[in-house]
């Protein structure tokens, strides 16, 4: 059974509980009988903290007029193949709607301390969004293997966003809550173990798919850390996997965990968006 995750009914909570809970257990669900109407959801991302928005240079006023209930707040996530019509939007993933394991804070200087997803049409099939707890595992560790970890640099190549083209989303033209872009906001490295920029807390920041390499440790070692740490994070006891119910929003925090998408069937909507609290 998953150590990490709250589920509570409804959205008339305490904004404070809220972040300091969405820390303390990696995600919040919030069960609702129905889908929450756009102003409202907007209303309750905003009452929790400043929420980006995404201009028209990402999203045309006729796409947010279409897919987005006329909320740039609101970032639609489809797959135009999978559900046979319109156009792609955010994370539209491959051609069968696989996300793989990723966070907003990755391989970037920063990013939004929390991202929200609210689910607007179920689909037909899959579809199930997982999420990994990264802070329990780094506790779990023998003293000896976090101190053997506690200062290393996680190396990243530049992302030559070749994945990233006008018929999927254009990375380079999404932006943060400052107008910065995705490839200004890359860094070459980042420690592997951070304190979380809200309550402080140490964890690991590890985004393993997309790691291949330390700062200043050579191939055998890196193989050897990495795999001791895949042991950890990849035990089942932190990976908590959602099957989406109508009116389901989740509030997942970006430092301390991981999250991926599973392949999907039929005409599936998801709005995702940025929550900034510091």
């Not at 969405?22 to 069960?31: L, M, Q």
């Not at 939004?112 to 329990?136: K, L, Y």
């Not at 990233?164 to 254009?170: G, L, M, R, V």
Request: hydrophobic content about 30%.
């Amino acid at each position: 059974m998953p150590t990490h995750g709250y589920f509570v009914n409804g959205l008339d909570h305490d904004p404070k509980w809220i972040i300091d809970t969405i820390c303390d257990k990696r995600f919040i669900c919030f069960r609702n009988k129905t889908t929450v109407p756009a102003d409202e959801l907007v209303q309750f991302y905003q009452n929790i903290g400043t929420v980006g928005r995404q201009d028209e240079e990402f999203m045309s006023d006729e796409y947010v007029e279409t897919y987005c209930e006329g909320h740039r707040e609101l970032i639609a996530v489809r797959n135009k193949d999978i559900s046979g019509y319109g156009e792609n939007g955010l994370f539209a993933g491959d051609e069968e709607g696989l996300v793989e394991w990723h966070c907003a804070s990755q391989n970037r200087e920063y990013s939004e301390e929390i991202t929200a997803f609210s689910i607007r049409q179920m689909g037909d099939d899959g579809g199930i969004t997982s999420i990994s707890d990264n802070r329990s595992p780094y506790w779990g560790m023998s003293k000896g293997f976090r101190s053997m970890i506690d200062d290393i640099q996680v190396k990243y190549e530049v992302s030559d966003f070749a994945w990233s083209t006008p018929e999927t989303w254009n990375a380079f033209k999404f932006k943060n809550i400052k107008g910065e872009t995705l490839a200004e906001l890359e860094v070459p490295s980042k420690p592997l173990v951070m304190d979380h920029p809200i309550d402080g807390q140490k964890g690991l920041h590890y985004s393993w798919p997309i790691i291949t390499a330390y700062v200043d440790h050579n191939d055998e070692e890196f193989e050897y850390i990495h795999e001791e740490i895949l042991s950890h994070i990849l035990n089942p006891m932190y990976i908590y996997h959602h099957m989406w119910e109508e009116g389901d929003i989740i509030l997942n925090e970006q430092y301390h965990s991981l999250h991926k998408r599973d392949e999907y069937k039929g005409d599936r909507l998801l709005y995702r968006s940025a929550i900034y609290v510091t």
